[in-house]
C-alpha cells in the first residue's frame, strides 16, 4: 500500500552534501509504528542501513555515519529527507528510501537486516565526483 520515491542530483562534488528527499504516498509518516530509513548500495558491495526517523520523529544513525548524516522529515508534504555531508567518492552508491512497520519500540527495529523491510523506493543514483 505504500508506495515510496527518492528524488535528488545525481552528481555531487568532494566536500559537497548529498540532500535526498523521499516522498510517501499510500499513507502518512506519521502513522504509528512506522520506521522510515536510508538505505545505500555502493557499487559491488552490499546494502548499508545508514539512518531512521521514526514516526514521533526521533531518529538514530548508523555509528559510522553519524557525524555527517541528518534525516529529517516535512509532515505537510509527508517527506522525509537525508543530507550526508563533506562526501568523498566512498559515498558513492544507489540510495534507498524504505519502511518497515513493527509494533516494536525503535531499538529493536534497528537490529533489523535491510532485507526485511516492507517497501522500498526505486533507488536513485548518486555519484560523487569531481
Known amino acids: 500500500q505504500v508506495q515510496l520515491q527518492e528524488s535528488g542530483p545525481g552528481l555531487v562534488k568532494p566536500s559537497q552534501t548529498i540532500s535526498l528527499t523521499c516522498t510517501v504516498s499510500g499513507d502518512s509518516i506519521t502513522t504509528n509504528y512506522y520506521y522510515w530509513s536510508w538505505i545505500r548500495q555502493p557499487p559491488g558491495k552490499g546494502l548499508e542501513w545508514m539512518g531512521m526517523i521514526a514516526y514521533s520523529g526521533s531518529t538514530i544513525y548508523s555509528p559510522s555515519l553519524k557525524s555527517r548524516a541528518s534525516i529529517s522529515r516535512d509532515t505537510s508534504k509527508n517527506q522525509f529527507t537525508l543530507q550526508l555531508s563533506s562526501v568523498t567518492p566512498e559515498d558513492t552508491a544507489v540510495y534507498y528510501c524504505?519502511?518497515?512497520?513493527?509494533?516494536?519500540?525503535?531499538?529493536?527495529?534497528?537490529?533489523?537486516?535491510?532485507?526485511?523491510?516492507?517497501?522500498w523506493g526505486q533507488g536513485t543514483q548518486v555519484t560523487v565526483s569531481s
Open positions: 524504505a519502511t518497515i512497520r513493527r509494533i516494536a519500540p525503535m531499538a529493536s527495529v534497528v537490529g533489523l537486516t535491510p532485507h526485511e523491510y516492507d517497501f
